[in-house]
């Protein structure tokens, strides 16, 4: 069994990719909320058992490098499944005028609260990831139909850039929020229950690279 107690380093490195596109990569694969423990034990795709035991507050990401074997070229890489997240545009909202621009903002967050959606305000942009079902999220944003307000969804490595480290750890963070099944279930417009069906609503689109941003764990 391998123990991994440090982070080498990150295939987003050029000095990592350079290595890791010569060499033979294995991959251990976790979702988002194992992905923020810091000690677990899990096997490889190729079935390499790994005992990972980091610092308090140190959480893997994708992409970090676990292992390298410069001998054999042989590496082995976290690869981190992340839900994808919905971004709604808000800029719009600043056309307004002032009491409009505080009235729409204020139902708006109540809407967003009211689903207990952990949430990161960036450039006139609200990051939400996927807690239930795309359908159900859709179903929220069309019953309460915010004028001036667009949504989307997008894959969570679109979002990452604009997320500083415990922005991250909010969205993506947090394995107990991972047990809870919400797949069906929803707050109503005005406070109640409804259940609605499952299934898929995706939409095309990209975000501009936000230039602040950093790493979740120390090497």
Same mark, same amino acid.
């Given at each position: 069994?391998?123990?991994?107690?440090?982070?080498? +380093?990150?295939?987003?490195?050029? *000095?990592? *990719?350079? #290595?890791?596109?010569?060499?033979?990569? &294995?991959? %251990?694969a976790l979702d988002q909320w194992d992905a923020q423990k810091n000690r677990l034990r899990r096997k490889t795709e190729q079935g390499?058992?790994?005992?990972?035991?980091?610092? @308090?507050?140190?959480?893997?990401?994708?992409?970090?490098?676990?292992?390298?074997?410069?001998?054999?070229?042989?590496?082995?890489?976290?690869?981190?499944?992340? #839900?994808?997240?919905?971004?709604?545009?808000?800029?719009? %909202? %600043?056309?307004? &005028?002032?009491?409009?621009?505080? @009235?729409?903002?204020?139902?708006?967050?109540?809407?967003?609260?009211?689903?207990?959606?952990?949430?990161?305000? @960036?450039?006139?942009?609200?990051?939400?990831?996927?807690?239930?079902?795309?359908?159900?999220?859709?179903?929220?944003? @069309?019953?309460?139909?915010?004028? &001036?307000?667009?949504?989307?969804?997008?894959?969570?490595?679109?979002?990452?850039?604009?997320?500083?480290?415990?922005?991250?750890? #909010?969205?993506?963070?947090?394995?107990?929020?991972?047990?809870?099944?919400?797949? =069906?279930?929803?707050?109503?417009?005005?406070? +109640?229950?409804?259940?609605?069906?499952? /299934?898929?609503?995706?939409?095309?689109? +990209?975000?501009?690279?936000?230039? &602040?941003? /950093?790493? +979740?764990?120390? =090497?």
């Open positions: 069994m391998l123990i991994v107690d440090t982070v080498l +380093g990150n295939t987003s490195d050029k *000095q990592w *990719q350079d #290595r890791a596109a010569a060499a033979k990569v &294995d991959y %251990l390499n058992d790994i005992a990972v035991s980091l610092p @308090r507050n140190t959480f893997l990401q994708n992409g970090d490098v676990l292992a390298f074997d410069e001998a054999s070229q042989s590496m082995i890489v976290a690869k981190i499944n992340l #839900r994808d997240v919905l971004i709604i545009e808000i800029k719009e %909202l %600043l056309k307004k &005028d002032q009491s409009e621009l505080v @009235r729409l903002c204020i139902e708006l967050g109540h809407a967003l609260g009211n689903q207990h959606w952990p949430a990161v305000v @960036r450039d006139n942009k609200i990051i939400l990831p996927l807690t239930v079902d795309k359908k159900v999220m859709t179903s929220v944003m @069309r019953t309460h139909a915010f004028p &001036d307000i667009t949504y989307d969804f997008h894959p969570a490595e679109v979002a990452i850039p604009y997320l500083l480290p415990h922005e991250a750890r #909010r969205l993506f963070g947090g394995a107990d929020q991972g047990s809870v099944d919400m797949s =069906h279930h929803v707050h109503g417009a005005h406070g +109640g229950h409804g259940a609605v069906p499952p /299934g898929h609503h995706s939409h095309d689109g +990209g975000l501009t690279h936000h230039a &602040d941003h /950093g790493h +979740g764990h120390s =090497h």
